[in-house]
């Protein structure tokens, strides 16, 4: 385990651990709170955060990756990290929810694919991958 401060890498960039941000939550989430979802990202900004990651799930994890990318176009230095469970997760997702993440996988400053197919425990690997890295 990493001690706080301590920079991380995610692919090619490096990151500072006091001002990352790790999303993840609950996949029947269907966007209700979605302007809660925003002011809270903005605020973390105000705060001093401006790397985030989401677990890209479908639901909370989609919304949030969202929410960082359109606080992203109004304000600089914001980055994004996509923590996916394993290649081919989007496979399991509705079409529209399949659009979905790939815009964000797309517009995601990092990619990380944490497993090549999906095995028993790939999600447990996601979350303490967000957990280590926030």
């Known amino acids: 385990m990493q001690s706080p401060g301590q920079n991380v890498t995610f692919g090619c960039m ?10 993840t939550g609950h996949r ?6 979605a302007a809660a979802l ?10 001093g955060f401006r790397n985030f990651l989401s ?11 969202e929410a960082v990318l359109e606080l992203r176009e109004r304000v600089p230095g ?3 990290v996509a923590a996916v469970p394993f290649r081919g997760q989007e496979m399991r997702f509705s079409p529209a929810d399949r659009e ?11 990619v990380e694919v944490l497993a090549p197919a999906y095995h028993r ?8 991958f967000l957990v280590d890295n926030a």
């Open 100 to 110: 979905r993440f790939r815009r964000v996988l797309a517009e995601a400053d990092s």
């Open 78 to 80: 914001v980055r994004l």
């Open 55 to 65: 677990g890209m799930a479908v639901g909370f994890d989609l919304a949030a990756a």
């Open 121 to 128: 425990g790939c999600y447990a690997v996601r979350n303490d």
């Open 14 to 23: 490096t990151e500072d651990r006091l001002t990352t941000v790790a999303f």
């Open 38 to 47: 925003r002011a809270t990202v903005g605020e973390l900004y105000a705060r």
């Open 28 to 33: 029947t989430y269907d966007g209700q709170a």
